[in-house]
């Protein structure tokens, strides 16, 4: 069974830092990306990033501007994300999901995690 766990998340101050993490199990198939997708209510999910687990290529949503960075460690099976100088209007429901392919788009992303929220405000 897939499981995607998502933590990390939390209230930051604006211009503040975050880092999430995304443990996953259970994914026998390769290759395989693991990615992640912000949501507000009433939004579509927004991609924010994007890692291939063997070799550790890394892909950023357009918003991020080298304020993000994607890591994975293999020993313990988990994705980071490090949000750095957060805006108040990135408050959002942040989730990992897994895909075979290689993608930037939510629908072709198989597993999701719960998701985790992160608050920006002072």
């Known amino acids: 069974q897939v499981q995607l766990v998502e933590s990390g998340g939390g209230l930051v101050q604006p211009g503040g830092s975050l880092s999430l993490s995304c443990e996953v199990s259970?994914?026998?198939?390769?290759?395989?990306?693991v990615g992640w997708f912000r949501q507000v209510p009433g939004k579509e999910r927004e991609f924010a990033a994007t890692?291939?687990?063997?070799?550790?290529?890394?892909y950023y949503g357009k918003f991020v501007n080298n304020r993000f960075t994607i890591s994975r460690d293999i020993a313990k099976n988990t994705v980071y994300l490090q949000m750095n100088s957060l805006k108040h209007e990135e408050t959002a429901v942040y989730s990992c999901?897994?895909?075979?392919?290689?993608?930037?788009?939510?629908?072709?992303?198989?597993?999701w995690g719960q998701g985790t929220k992160v608050t920006v405000s002072s």
């Open positions: 999901a897994a895909t075979t392919g290689w993608s930037t788009i939510y629908k072709d992303y198989d597993y």
């Open positions: 259970g994914l026998t198939f390769s290759p395989y990306a």
């Open positions: 890692i291939r687990w063997s070799y550790g290529t890394t």
